[in-house]
């Protein structure tokens, strides 16, 4: 049974750090496309991060330049790396996993969430 897992959030200061993992377990055959997405309370679902099999990065305008998406594949593992954070970026942290867990057949796994909680 393939599980993702996210760890790594907490509570830190304006201006602090934090790292998230995403852990994928079970299974597979390859770990394609990873994302994060984050969810404020009141807000819809957003982008945050995506990085590709290839290591091709994308990223929401409001992280640009303070948030950094990477994977080890050996491990099964994506991390995001969260510098300069704001009060802003208080949400629940999901990763999304779209992954091949058959030779034929690839879908999105999401995680229970993490949260990250920045103080003024």
């Known amino acids: 049974q393939v599980q993702v897992v996210e760890s790594g959030g907490g509570l830190v200061q304006a201006g602090g750090s934090l790292r998230l993992s995403c852990a994928v377990s079970g299974t597979i055959f390859s770990m394609n496309r990873m994302g994060w997405y984050r969810q404020a309370p009141g807000k819809q679902r957003e982008f945050v991060a995506r990085?590709?099999?290839?290591?091709?990065?994308n990223y929401a305008d409001s992280v640009k330049g303070r948030f950094t998406i990477s994977r080890d594949n050996a491990k099964n593992t994506v991390y995001l790396q969260m510098d300069s954070l704001k009060p802003g970026d208080t949400a629940v942290y999901y990763c999304?996993?779209?992954?091949?867990?058959?030779?034929?057949?690839?879908?999105?796994?999401w995680g229970q969430g993490t949260q990250v909680t920045v103080s003024s």
């Open positions: 999304n996993a779209h992954l091949q867990y058959t030779s034929r057949q690839e879908r999105d796994y």
């Open positions: 990085i590709t099999s290839g290591g091709s990065t």
